[in-house]
Nanobody, 120 residues
Framework: QVQLVESGGGLVQAGGSLRLSCAASGATFSINILGWYRQVPGKQRELVADLSSGGSTNYVDSVKGRFTISRDNVRNMVFLQMNMLKPEDTAVYYC??????????????WGQGTQVTVSS
């Protein structure tokens, strides 16, 4: 089991910044990819950014140049620095952990989500 807890969401004015944090616990040694997703009512949850244990990253086009994902491997935390926020960034943001065990079990876990609201 992997448990994920997000924090750092809130209300911010357009053009402002927020930093989201996600703390992983449990079988953290098995995590290969940490990521951030977001979801708004009526729309499918989308990948915002992820970061592999090998250091590779990818971002959804709409946040490139504005958001940065990073991780602390010792503390098993992942962060999302969000700059130049836009109203369309408003969503519930979810932390995600994907990995596997030596017995072949693979998993993808989700945090509870944190609300980010950007006012115009």
């Amino acid at each position: 089991q992997v448990q994920l807890v997000e924090s750092g969401g809130g209300l911010v004015q357009a053009g402002g910044s927020l930093r989201l944090s996600c703390a992983a616990s449990g079988a953290t040694f098995s995590i290969n990819i940490l990521g951030w997703y977001r979801q708004v009512p009526g729309k499918q949850r989308e990948l915002v950014a992820d970061l592999s244990s090998g250091g590779s990253t990818n971002y959804v086009d709409s946040v490139k140049g504005r958001f940065t994902i990073s991780r602390d491997n010792v503390r098993n935390m992942v962060f999302l620095q969000m700059n130049m926020l836009k109203p369309e960034d408003t969503a519930v943001y979810y932390c995600s952990a994907m990995g596997g065990f030596s017995d072949g079990t693979i998993y993808k876990y989700w945090g509870q989500g944190t609300q980010v609201t950007v006012s115009s």
